[in-house]
């Protein structure tokens, strides 16, 4: 049960690790791509992209849960992460219409990933792994930031002006990483539905130690204000008599 879980959690994190390998290092030099590109016909810009794609990542957060309750959250995923591996792919052939189209489709894809990222890394973690897990997660994700990264600083070496050929090596490469990203979410494999009670139970466990600690509290709190309420009354009826 605990390996199953923890092999998932892993391979969540890789499969974000490589999606986002893809998708930050674009997101880092689009706009000097875009600057170089040659060709006239393109009047995109790699700001209004990423305000574009972060403004309707915004507003489908509000819709995901419902798309991933229907379809459930490793085909949502997979799905998402075919729409980042579209987004990177359109550098390689460049137009203005696909990349702001792109750009929106990226947002729901952003929207609906993120949400089921929550709802696997929750539906694989119980009480006691939910911190662990989550580090995992967060820190195979994190880097994402350093490798791609890395190969622009040393490939580049600070370039201005990114050659038609150098842009197609690089987000040649890129898609191919992205689709490996998505591609893991296949391996990703079902809990058990005894699993599943087990880990409910375990939740509903903390939830109930919270709840006690809140009842001795509130207890604790209502005992104080009746002895407080006995010693006001004692000191009044002494006052009286005297």
């Known amino acids: 049960m605990a390996d199953v879980r923890m092999y998932n959690v892993v391979i969540l994190g890789i499969g974000f690790l490589l999606i986002f390998t893809a998708f930050t290092t674009c997101g880092n030099i689009e706009q000097t791509v875009v ?7 393109f009047t995109g810009s790699g700001y209004h992209s990423l305000g574009i794609i972060y403004g309707v990542f915004s507003f489908c957060n509000v ?21 980042y591996s579209g987004y990177i792919a359109v550098f390689i052939i460049p137009s203005t219409w696909s990349f702001y189209l792109t750009s929106v489709i ?3 894809g952003a929207a609906l990933l ?3 990222q929550g709802h696997f890394l929750v539906e694989n973690s119980d009480a006691s792994t939910i911190n662990r897990n ?12 350093l490798f791609g990264n890395l190969y622009v600083y040393f490939d580049w070496k600070g370039k201005t002006e990114i050659s038609d050929r150098d842009r197609k090596i690089m987000f040649i490469a890129l898609l191919v990483i992205s689709a490996l990203g998505t591609l893991s979410f296949l391996a990703l494999r079902k809990v058990c539905q005894q699993e599943e009670v087990l880990s409910e139970e375990e939740g509903q466990s903390l939830l109930s130690t919270r709840l006690k600690y809140k009842q001795r509290a509130t207890s604790a709190v209502t005992e104080a204000k009746t002895e407080f309420s006995k010693f006001i009354w004692l000191t009044f009826h002494i006052c009286n008599m005297v």
């Not at 959250?73 to 992460?81: A, D, E, R, W, Y």
């Open 35 to 41: 600057k170089s590109l040659n060709s006239t016909n």
């Open 63 to 83: 819709l995901a849960p419902t798309v991933v309750a229907i379809i459930g959250p490793q085909f949502t995923m997979f799905l998402s992460g075919v729409l």
């Open 106 to 108: 990226i947002g729901i």
């Open 114 to 116: 993120w949400t089921a």
């Open 134 to 145: 989550t580090g995992l997660f967060w820190a195979l994700l994190q880097c994402s930031m």
